[in-house]
């Protein structure tokens, strides 16, 4: 079965510091996402990305972020300046057509620590 | 703005017992409708998901959840629970337009002992 890949799994950084979280998506899909979970807490949109753009966001996705699908195939979410707030485990989704009759296919995600 | 709302935070449960999970929604319009589940340490795989159609809806590993959309919600059940079932449940909710986000309710942990 075709998954989204994650890369790394965990990351640990220094607060101030630039991170880029990477994610594969599945190949035929054309939608992208992603997500971050707090510990203990639910998990939160962050961003979607369709025809090489934002198509929504939350208010979570301030100017600290930014997202590209530099390649075709990976797909990137920047934090500019991170914040102990930042830490998270960090999901990347996508799915495939107009109304999600695929669902949304999730990446096993990248715990973000920043110390 | 669309919520979701998951009334047990926490259920604990014998093996064998059967189990019930509260999800409610707020949005007027046509939704899709999911179940997650995440177990210890692993990331998010999808149970069951609900478009159109039958408003009972059979998932992986014996789960079902029913549409019912007068009380706009879509409770998950499972008759019987295994040692196996232990982690954390999440239902979602997207408005059946292109490109829309997954809105998640907090989750529910369960756990059974066996």
């Known amino acids: 079965e075709p998954e989204v890949t994650q890369t790394p799994s965990h990351q640990v950084t220094q607060m101030g510091q630039e991170v880029i979280l990477r994610c594969v998506p599945i190949?035929?899909?054309?939608?992208f996402y992603w997500y971050r979970q707090i510990l203990g807490q639910k998990v939160e949109f962050l961003v979607s990305f369709y025809n090489n753009e934002i198509s929504e966001k939350s208010e979570i996705f301030d100017d600290q972020f930014s997202v590209e699908r530099p390649d075709g195939s990976n797909f990137t979410l920047k934090i500019r300046s991170t914040k102990l707030e930042d830490s998270a485990m960090y999901f990347c989704a996508s799915r495939a057509d107009r109304t999600g009759n695929y669902g949304y296919t999730f990446g096993s995600g990248t715990r973000l620590t920043v110390v | 703005a669309q919520s979701v709302s998951q009334h047990n935070h926490h259920v604990i449960l014998s093996e064998a017992a059967s189990l019930e999970l509260g999800c409610n929604y707020s949005y007027g319009g046509t939704v899709n409708l999911f179940w997650y589940v995440q177990y210890p340490g692993q990331h998010l795989q999808l149970l069951l998901k609900?478009?159109?159609?039958?408003?009972l809806v059979k998932g992986i590993k014996g789960f079902e959840a029913e549409f019912i959309k007068s009380k706009f919600s879509f409770n998950l059940r499972k008759p019987s629970v295994q040692w196996s079932d232990t982690a954390e449940y999440f239902c979602a909710v997207s408005p059946n337009q292109a490109g829309t986000a997954l809105i998640f309710g907090k989750g529910t942990t369960l756990s059974v002992s066996s």
């Open positions: 190949s035929n899909h054309l939608y």
């Open positions: 609900y478009f159109s159609g039958d408003p």
